[in-house]
């Protein structure tokens, strides 16, 4: 017996569309490994109808005053929260994520981090009037930039969603938005929400694949291009929006540092650290993967983070006690595998680092310790439930393997010396530091990396202005 499979469509100018020649991709449920849906994979006329749409709608957007803006993102918000159980299902379809972790972590801080852009939508001034000229009064305007394409990635499908199109639409500028061709479900059900609050063309949904990415980037319609993804999608999208000068927004991969002193109190140091590393199956830009542990408690400290690997449970969507799914897809499978067959011999695998089971695309919590700065497995982001632990001797040595990579999105130290821990953040190259914590973020509070992690900032009031362009306006005092 043959299931029919769902079909997801675009969301252009107001409406539902199949790609205009008729192409489709099949989307594969990370637990079965099968298929469950069709997408549209579009072309040139899907990405121009899009743009056109974005085009003919951005200057009513813009012209509305903030306050209106403000309505109709805060009534996004609550519709998100309203349907959330639909949002959570197509979500774990999309990813296997837990239900349960989704409608804790994800929906509340989705719903939250629109209705602070929705605030953030009345704050878009420029500074105060002013003569610097005799006779001449100067005034700064702070405009949106216009039409907006933008690439979600398939680790976190909603929320990057909402990281990409709430800080653009609150500052007046509409939106053309690729879903990850591997988890468009949650993306389409969001547009089919926000379509029926703002204006046909404000927001715009295209499903495809590298080349629609691609194609979209290129045109010559978006003033400003901004992706979540690979190093390697960044710079291909830097180099093509160079073409024309496009604006350009990357938040890329990461390989955070964990810097544990020997003053920390490790038990509890291990059981953060467990969760910030495997939560999302690892698969998240600034996980907790790579831990340096100061030598004198590195064997305790091993011990204890290889049991508490050991004890966590990946599995099915709908089990309470599961910490995180599967990997998104057959290829990142493949990748984190890999990682771990070619592991040099100087490496020793704790716990785990094996699949589980034959369906879907399961991989065990896992520990690999005895590792040095040059290996593979540090250098590289891995973007999966796999944890690595160095030994260093001092600070210093710390600083040096923890600066030691291309990546600088995010960081942690663990101490209870308040000098060391100010001292590393201040010298640790990375667009965030925690201290005695790891991942927590808050819609006020900005996100975004330096290196090969991009440029630009998403949440806060520094992503919002991402999405505006200054202005300088003088006027004469005699006429």
Known sequence: MTTELRRLRNYIAGEFRDAADGRTTEVINPVTGEAYATAPLSGQEDVDAAMAAAAEAFPAWRDLTPSDRQKALLKIADAFEERAEELIAAESENCGKPLGLTRTEEIPPMVDQIRFFAGAARLLEGRSAGEYMEGLTSIVRREPVGVCAQVAPWNYPMMMAVWKFAPALAAGNTVVLKPSDT?????????????????????????????????????????????????????????????????????????????????????????????????NAGQDCTAATRVLVQESIHDEFVTALAKAAADTKTGLPDD????????????????????????????????????????????????????????????????????????????????????????????????????????????????????????????????????????????????????????????????
């Open 183 to 279: 988890t468009p479900a949650s993306t389409v059900l969001m547009a089919e929400i926000i379509g029926g609050i703002v204006p046909k063309g404000v927001f715009n949904v295209v499903c495809g694949d590298r080349d629609t990415g691609r194609t979209m980037v290129e045109h010559k319609t978006p003033a400003m291009a901004s992706i979540t993804g690979s190093v390697r999608a960044g710079m291909q999208v830097a180099e093509s929006a160079a073409k024309d000068l496009k604006r350009v927004h990357l938040e890329l991969g990461g390989k955070a540092p964990v810097v544990v002193f020997e003053d920390t109190d490790i038990a509890k140091a291990v059981e953060d650290i467990s969760v910030a590393g495997f939560f």
């Open 320 to 479: 309470e006690d599961v910490l995180y799914g599967p990997l998104n897809n057959a290829n990142q499978l493949k990748q984190v595998t890999g990682f771990i067959d070619r592991l040099p011999a100087h490496a020793k695998v704790e716990s785990g680092g094996h699949r589980v089971g034959d369906k879907g695309y399961f991989y065990a919590p896992t520990v690999v310790s005895g590792l040095k700065q040059d290996d593979e497995i540090i250098q590289n982001e891995v973007f999966g439930p796999v944890i690595t632990v160095q030994s260093f001797t001092d600070e210093a040595q710390a600083l040096e393997w923890a600066n030691g990579v291309e990546y600088a999105l995010a960081s942690s130290v663990w101490t209870k010396d308040h000098g060391r821990a100010m001292r590393m953040s201040k010298n640790l190259d990375f667009g965030c530091v925690w201290i005695n914590t790891h991942i927590p973020l808050v819609a006020e509070m900005p996100h975004g990396g330096f290196k090969q992690s991009g440029y630009g900032k998403d949440l806060s009031a520094y992503g919002f202005e991402d999405y505006t362009r200054i202005k300088h306006v003088m006027t004469s005092l005699d006429g």
